[in-house]
Each structure stands twice: as structure tokens, then as C-alpha cells.
């Protein structure tokens, strides 16, 4: 039985999909099986992943009609044997010690989850230096809190900077038929998670392209990643996790914001507008009758609900201002 099991969903990637795989072949850590589903690639992306296969017994190949990211990452989940899960996307890479650093300090300290950082790179290529191999322990809700808590510049929710302990996903799969799929389970994983272990060094190579989703044109279908707070504020909500609970709910009304502006300004869709603006209203009024937010904490917030009367309160406080000298 393998050590890790690597999963990799490929669509319609051979462009980059050699970069990928060679980046985990030649990883020094070696105990893993690299399961590859090509999601109904219509471009080379299958013939690359046979030709993989041939050459290393690590790798497995299953092929499937079109069924979307979250799909062939839970076909792989359902046939993976390691005993801990990793997560490659097809047009990033990895630095060549990611494995063996993540290993080593889940052996170190039975992490359930063992966690480094993100660089996001582009054609450029570059790679990060590493650092002095630092590494913090916690229980998954403490890490879960430190990185919404203190809004440090560490994504949580992130799926392929991290190795699970295979157990992690005994009862978790992707939702399927929505973007951001992985967005939906890895908090919860954290939660549950006894021991999580946070590496300082950046190791997962997240590539953007002019095709990635993050750089994609804006679509109603970006509207999935709301469903993901919706759900963590359910999520917490039934366990009763206040300070994790109000994190989330301010999260959520950060991107409802976000999604405002970007509604009106590239969608220009009226109706989808109205809904988002309501739920942010509704969100905002819960979120101010528990804690007294004003205008003064969040103007932005009164600029996209209530126009005029953001204008009329800071040209007043203008005014004043002059006149006070204050």
C-alpha cells in the first residue's frame, strides 16, 4: 500500500500537463501512486497520461466522459489506496520536496493534515526559496480560527496545499455540478481534523493563465463560490462555534460586497443584482444588531445599499469636518 495517494483530474490540459506530472515523478519522496482522471479530454491530455503510465508502474489511468473537476477527484477518492490523499491540479506543480517536508511533519507529529503555502506563479516559472522548514501545531478549529480570526494570507478552504490522512474523506466528496467544489469539504476536514500541521514554505506552484478560472470572464457560474460561507455559516451554526461562526459571517459579507460590483459593473444583470443586494442587507442587519457595526466601521457597505444615503453622510462629515477643523 502506497504512502500518499496523488490525484490528479485532467481536462483538456496538454499544455502544461507534462510540467505537472514530471513535478511529481521526481518528487524525492517516492512511496505514492499517482491515480491521473482524464475527465473526457478532447484534446491530448489522454494519450499523455497512457504514455505516463507506460513508463511508471506508480501510475493509474482511468478515463471518463465529461463529468467536471469535482467528479474525477471523487472517482479517484473512491479507488485511492494511501494512506494519506494529495491533491494536484493538472496546470500547476510542485516543488520537488513537497512530499517529503509535508510527510515528514505529518510523521512528526500524527497530523491528520499537514499543510504549506501557496506561490502564485506564471509563465515566469519561478520558484520559491526554502525557508528555515518552521512548522506550527494545532487542532484543526484552532487553525481554522488563527486564519479567519486573523485574517493572515492563508486560504483555509485550499485543497492542494495540503495532505489528508485518508480518513479525512471517509464520509466527505466534492459537490458535484459547481465550481469551487473543493472549497466545500476542506474546511470541514479541518474541523474534524485532531492535529494539523502548518509548514512555513511555499511548495504548491498555483499557475495562472489566461485560462484558469481565477482569470476566466465572470459568469453567473462564479456565483457557486457563495454557496461556500452560506454553507459554513450552516455548518457552524449547528455546532455552535460562535467566534468561528462570526468570522464566517463577515466573510460572507465581504464577498456578497465583491459580487455586487462585479454584478453591476460586468453582468449588468439586474435581477441577479437585486437577489445579491438583498441577501446583503439581510446579512448586514443580523450582523449589526449583534455587534453594533456602523457606517464609520463599513462604509462600503451603505455605498452599494443605500447610495444616496452614503452620500449624504460623508458629504455631511465633510462639512463639518471643515468647519470643527476635526
Known amino acids: 500500500m502506497p504512502i500518499i495517494s496523488v490525484i490528479v483530474p485532467v481536462y483538456n490540459s496538454d499544455k502544461y500537463l507534462h510540467r505537472c506530472l514530471d513535478s511529481i515523478l521526481t518528487q524525492t519522496f517516492r512511496d505514492f501512486e499517482l491515480i491521473l482522471i482524464d475527465d473526457g479530454s478532447t484534446d491530448e491530455s489522454g494519450v499523455i497520461c497512457d504514455e505516463y503510465a507506460a513508463k511508471d508502474s506508480r501510475i493509474r489511468v482511468i478515463h471518463q466522459e465529461n463529468k467536471g473537476q469535482a467528479a474525477a477527484r471523487n472517482r479517484a477518492l473512491d479507488v485511492a489506496q494511501g494512506e494519506y490523499i494529495g491533491f494536484v491540479d493538472s496546470d500547476d506543480y510542485i516543488h520537488p520536496q513537497m512530499y517529503e517536508i509535508l510527510m515528514r511533519h505529518a510523521r512528526s507529529y500524527d497530523a491528520d493534515i499537514s499543510v504549506c503555502c501557496c ?128 468570522q464566517v459571517n463577515m466573510l460572507y459579507i465581504h464577498e456578497l460586497k465583491h459580487f455586487c460590483k462585479k454584478v453591476k459593473k460586468e453582468l449588468r444583470d439586474i435581477e441577479v443584482e437585486r437577489i445579491l443586494r438583498q441577501k446583503l442587507l439581510m446579512q448586514w442587519k443580523k450582523e449589526r444588531k449583534r455587534h453594533d457595526i456602523s457606517i464609520q466601521n463599513h462604509p462600503e457597505v451603505y455605498e452599494i445599499l443605500f447610495p444616496a444615503y452614503s452620500y449624504v453622510y460623508w458629504t455631511a462629515k465633510g462639512v463639518l469636518s471643515k468647519l470643527t477643523g476635526r
Open 119 to 246: 506561490r502564485i506563479v506564471n509563465e515566469s516559472g519561478i520558484y520559491a526559496k526554502l525557508g528555515a522548514d518552521t512548522c506550527t501545531m494545532w487542532n484543526g478549529k484552532e487553525f481554522l480560527t488563527h486564519c479567519l480570526l486573523n485574517h493572515v494570507d492563508r486560504k483555509p478552504w485550499i485543497l492542494c496545499d495540503k495532505v489528508f490522512r485518508r480518513s479525512c474523506f471517509a464520509s466527505l466528496r466534492m459537490p458535484e455540478g459547481r465550481i469551487n467544489e473543493d472549497n466545500a469539504v476542506v474546511y470541514k476536514a479541518l474541523y474534524e481534523a485532531e492535529c494539523v500541521v502548518d509548514c512555513s514554505d511555499e511548495l504548491y506552484y498555483y499557475f495562472q493563465h489566461d485560462q484558469s478560472t481565477v482569470n476566466q470572464r465572470f459568469s453567473k457560474k462564479h456565483l457557486d463560490w457563495l454557496l461556500v460561507p452560506e454553507e459554513m455559516i450552516e455548518y457552524f451554526s449547528e455546532k455552535e462555534e460562535r467566534v468561528l461562526l462570526d
